[in-house]
Structures are given as structure tokens and as C-alpha cells.
């Protein structure tokens, strides 16, 4: 039976005019109702992470650093409809904020962006301004600008380095923690105000809890006498003083700005986020990303290269770490959490510590990473072969950096010189000795640290935003990982080509490296033993 024959046997009700628009008018009535409520599903913030930060306007500082990048790769990628990412950042090398940015945004870590939404790049606003200056260096228009419109503070700024001086280490990471939250103050609009601290912020503790702990010095004391004294002297007598407590100077500034946030969270929505040792992505926007020498890094590139061949550690502790794009992700659940909560005066600080404890010791990673570099990711430019000590016995550290790095250095050096090129081997060395004594302290002690509020918050996200938000990776490969993380350094960090056709080649070439080296080892032993017994006999 064709649709028109149905359509003739059935009997049709007649209606009167009146019912006619009473039944259109009950029809369009349940419609738009049932329109608003899928509407009103659709954008529910405490449904979706996404839908929280739709029309939000973002203040982040340190939006040229490792995680600044990351972080507005993410937001713009997994939050599209954000309203604006305003990001301080400091003119340099004679490029302007808006240069700079420019630069950034060509980096690899943006392709997947620029393929997909580039549009989006036009919700980056760069504000000129330094975290070294008071009210972080900002004009009086753009302060106005970010009063007048900011929601929500990233405050990720800050020197990384365990070797500044005292002056610079309060001026960029407590006294600029400080004019954040009084900038904040002054906001409209605030909702959250994220402090990316560092899970070494209180490492006179064995066991580290999700709290803020009493600072070690008054904050507002030490910005005053790092603004008052120019005296190299006292400002030395001050920092021996202080880093009786804290392992330098970095920990010491990154406590005391914890204690501003602690603080200022009276009158302020804010969160703690302290990370561990940040390492490249695990998976976003792909996997092993990774654009910064620091820390461990440089030290296993430098082992990986044949340059480094002891360092000073104690092989047994486990090591603490955190992909780079776990972090993002905590960072932007926390803003979701914290931004629905109702703030009042007696709200409790959110603190959360971001750390990966796994069981693989320092030992155990330093062979995975030999491995790989041997057997399947080899680096290019290997000088000598690839092997490295790990003791805790500084005596013994500092004798193997004389014979095996610094004297090789010396006449490595000389050659180079001898053929008219720039000696640069000794200044390497130098700076990896001064590196490897700074992270003593941490690659020498296994601290322990609450995780109760990651796993709480990993609980709390909406399930249809897990695939894309979700930071729980304890079930990772923690060998693919490494793997991700030796391609992502080569690629990315080096330089390097990831050609297939190249790589067994460069296998073998690495092996005879390997050979020679440890024939040329071999031979100067046998030579220093034969010496010796001709002396002594």
C-alpha cells in the first residue's frame, strides 16, 4: 500500500478553530521548553569543563615558559569557545610582546591547533610586562584592561633556577605572587586565582600533605629587605642566613609565596597546584613534547651524547616527575572545581600536589633511557660512549668529574684551539658540575606526598569529559614513556630528525663509538698499571 492509499483510509478528526490554535499553541510550548532545557544541558557548567570556561577571560603569566605554552595550546584546543587568554610577557632581545608571541605560536606544539581552529590564535591578547618589576611592569591601561575583564589567574611566572641570587628570586617569585593577588583584588569578576607552585616548596618534610605550611621567613619582611639593601655583601650573610632551612633560593621564594596565597585566599577564590619535576607530554598534543633544558634533562643529554659520565645522586631514590600536559590538565580541573564553589571568608585553600610516585629508582630510569638510546632512539654528534655513575659519595663525585670531565675537557679544548675553533667543552662542563650539585639535594632524598585531592578531583569530572580531561596516568607504560621522551628530546629539544632511514646507521656508528672508546679506556689503564709496576719493580 503506497503512502497516498494509507493516507485515504485514515480518518482525519475535525477540529474547530478554537482547538486548532489551542493545540499549535500547547505544541510550540513544549517545544521551546524542551529546547531551553537541552540548551541549559548543553552549556551547564557543573556538567562540562568546557562549558565552564566558555566565556571566560584568562590572565596567565609565564606564557613564554614550558607551561605557559602548553596551557594555552590546551585551553584554546579542549575549550574553544574561552573568551580571551590575556599573557604577560616581556619585550627581549629586541623583539616586541607581539613579535615574541608570533615566534611561539610557530612552534610545533601549535600544528595540531593551526590545522584544525587557527582562528583561534586572535583570543591571545599579549600584555607587556615583567615579573621582576613591581606591579609586574604593567601600563596603567592594561592593568585597567585586566580589572575590567579577567575571570580567572594562571600565575605559573617564575625563576626555575636554584642558583639565583636572593634579590631576584624574591622579586620574581614571592614579591610577584604578592602584586598578583592585589591586582586580583581589585578584579570585578574574579572566580579563581591558580599559584603554580612546586612540590619542593616543603622539603624539610618527610611527608609532604595537600596544606600550606608555615612559611620559613615573613614575606613581607623579606620583600622589604630585598626592595632596601644593593649591598652584595649583607644580601650573601642574608642568603647563608636563610638557606639554613631551605635546600636555596629558589625553594626559599617559592614558600614564601605560597604563604601570600594562603593569605590573600581569605578575600580571594584561590588554588595551589605544586608539580613535581615537569617532563615532556605524555600524550597532548603529542607525545614527548618538550622545548626546555633544565634540570635532569640536560644531564642525560649530556650522558647521552658521551659529555657526562658520573653524577651525583643517590641511585636508590625514586624519582618524582609529572608530564607536562598531566599538569595542564590539573591546572584547568582545579580552575573548573574551585570557579563553581561558593567562595566565602572561611573557604578552605585548595592545595593539590601534582607528583607521579612510581617505584623506578634513579638507577633504573638511567638504564631504561642507556637502553633506548642504544638499541632503538640514538642521538646524533656522540662523542664518546654512553655510560654513567650514579654515587652519593661526594669525594668520589668530585674525583670522577676530574678525571672523566674535566681533564678530557681541558684537552679537547686545547685541540680545538690548535685548529682555530672556539673552545667550549670546559665552560660545558663547569656549568653541568654547578647544575648536578644543585639537584643533589633532591635526587639524594625520597619524600612521600599526599594525594588525596588529586584522587578526589579525579572523581569529580564529568564523565563525557574524561577522555579529555582526566590526569590519572598511573597505569601508564612507564618504558613507552621514556621512549616518548628520548624522541620528543631528539625532535624537538635537538633538532634531530627522526628518519627511520637514518637511525640504524646511526645504531652502528654509536656502536663503534662505544668500541673505540672503551679500546682507548682499556689501553690507557693497562698503559697507567704497566707505569706503575715498572716504578715500583
Known sequence: MSLFDWHSKVTIPSFNTTSCVALLSLYYLCYFYCLQVIN??????????????????????????????????????????????????????????????????????????????????????????????????????????????????????????????????????????????????????????????????????????????????????????????????????????????????????????????QEYSSSLPCAIVRPSLVYPSLTEPMPGWIDNIYGSIGLYIGGAKGIIHIAYADKHVCGKIVPIDIVIKVILVVCWKIGLTTFTADSTLFVLNCVYQHSLTLEGETIIMQNILKEEVPFEGKVWRTYKRITDNYILYYIGSMLLHIFPAVLIDLALKCLGRQPMLLQLQRKLYVANLALFHFGSNDWKFDNTNKSLLISTIPLEDQD????????????????????????????????????????????????FASTIETIIVFSMLWIIYKLIF
Open 40 to 261: 541549559k544541558m548543553a552549556i551547564n557548567p557543573t556538567k562540562s569543563i568546557p562549558a565552564f570556561f566558555a566565556g571566560q577571560s584568562i590572565f596567565l603569566t609565564g606564557a613564554t615558559g614550558f607551561l605557559g605554552k602548553s596551557f594555552i595550546e590546551k585551553v584554546l584546543r579542549s575549550c574553544p569557545d574561552v573568551r580571551e587568554i590575556f599573557v604577560l610577557i616581556r619585550p627581549k632581545k629586541g623583539l616586541s610582546v607581539n613579535q615574541r608571541l608570533e615566534t611561539i605560536l610557530k612552534l610545533p606544539l601549535f600544528d595540531k591547533l593551526r590545522e584544525t581552529r587557527a582562528s583561534s590564535f586572535e583570543k591571545i591578547i599579549p600584555i607587556s610586562g615583567n615579573t621582576t618589576e613591581k606591579v609586574l611592569g604593567l601600563s596603567a591601561a592594561d592593568k585597567q584592561m585586566l580589572i575590567e575583564r579577567v575571570t580567572i589567574i594562571i600565575h605559573s611566572a617564575g625563576s626555575v633556577k636554584f642558583n639565583d641570587s636572593l634579590k631576584y628570586a624574591i622579586f620574581t617569585n614571592t614579591r610577584a605572587t604578592r602584586d598578583i593577588c592585589i591586582l586580583a583584588q581589585s578584579m570585578k569578576n574574579i572566580k579563581v586565582l591558580l599559584y603554580v607552585s612546586t612540590a619542593l616548596t616543603n622539603i624539610q618534610e618527610p611527608f609532604i600533605e595537600e596544606k600550606v605550611y608555615p612559611p620559613i621567613f615573613d614575606w613581607k619582611k623579606m620583600i622589604e629587605v630585598a626592595e632596601l639593601l644593593d649591598d652584595e655583601h649583607v644580601l650573601n650573610v642574608f642568603t647563608a642566613k636563610f638557606l639554613e632551612s631551605a635546600a636555596n633560593t629558589y625553594v626559599f621564594s617559592k614558600n614564601l609565596a605560597e604563604s601570600i596565597i
Open 468 to 515: 579529555t580531561f582526566s590526569f590519572d596516568y598511573a597505569n601508564c607504560d612507564i618504558k613507552e614513556y621514556y621512549k616518548n621522551c628520548v624522541i620528543g628530546i631528539k625532535k624537538y629539544l635537538l633538532h634531530e630528525k627522526m628518519d627511520i632511514s637514518r637511525l640504524h646507521p646511526l645504531i652502528l656508528r654509536n656502536k663503534r663509538v662505544d668500541l
